[in-house]
């Protein structure tokens, strides 16, 4: 039982460049949320989904999209990199209808956007 | 809209003393209280969470926080520190049963010998 992966775990882009960072779970969660973390700012949701197919914007959607084709994945992708997208990225994952609904986060993937 | 205030960026504590990181939330309502802690290079793991009842919760690693209604916090609190609580430590708060969580600043902890 991993929990909750996430590839790449560093990548390095130029101004413009596109990727996509994938996250994986195997605990059979309805719910997954992309987060990214700067310094003095916490986290700050980017999208999240509830479901497989579905997407829904969080605080910080600009510059990103996303994808839930699977129930398990759960992409982020980055059309065309800015440096102000530098930053640490986390995927979480949950299970509704629990009466405590703990987010399980990935070990994150640093990108450095040059 | 909701928001998480941690005052203390930084907090250095003894090996064996203790410990309070404070935390002050801004909604109308009760929120969904959580404390998370992220070590250095790692993902964030779950200390303890609040949805209701009493008020003084007990979580991993030997950590306690209490939710105070009046004053609209959250703090966590540790009797004795180890070495290896050194650590990020994050209060985050949700309005939505599990969705969105709005997290604070965060509050880095330094343990010295």
């Known amino acids: 039982n991993a929990g909750v992966t996430q590839t790449p775990k560093f990548r390095v882009l130029k101004t413009g460049q596109s990727m996509t960072l994938l996250c994986a779970q195997d605990?059979?969660?309805?719910?997954m949320y992309w987060y990214r973390q700067d310094p003095g700012m916490g986290l700050r949701l980017i999208h999240y989904?509830?479901?497989?197919?579905?997407?829904a914007k969080g605080e910080v959607p600009d510059g990103y999209n996303v994808s839930r084709l699977k129930k398990q994945n759960f992409l982020l992708g980055l059309e065309s990199a800015a440096p102000s997208q530098t930053s640490v990225y986390f995927c979480?994952?949950?299970?509704?209808?629990?009466?405590?609904?703990?987010?399980?986060f990935g070990p994150g993937t640093r990108l450095l956007v040059l | 809209a909701q928001s998480v205030t941690q005052p203390d960026i930084h907090i250095t504590v003894s090996e064996g003393a203790s410990l309070e990181l404070r935390c002050n939330y801004s909604?109308?309502?009760?929120?969904?209280l959580f404390w998370y802690v992220q070590s250095p290079g790692q993902g964030l793991q779950l200390l303890l969470k609040?949805?209701?009842?009493?008020?003084l919760v007990q979580g991993i690693k030997g950590f306690e926080a209490e939710f105070k209604r009046s004053q609209s916090s959250f703090n966590l609190r540790k009797p004795s520190v180890h070495w290896s609580d050194a650590a990020e430590y994050f209060c985050?708060?949700?309005?939505?049963?599990?969705?969105?969580?709005?997290f604070g600043a965060g509050t880095i902890l330094r343990v010295k010998s």
């Open positions: 979480a994952s949950s299970s509704p209808g629990l009466a405590e609904e703990t987010q399980y």
């Open positions: 605990m059979n969660h309805e719910y």
């Open positions: 989904s509830v479901g497989e197919g579905t997407t």
């Open positions: 909604y109308g309502a009760t929120p969904y």
């Open positions: 609040y949805f209701s009842g009493d008020t």
């Open positions: 985050a708060v949700s309005m939505e049963y599990g969705n969105k969580l709005v």
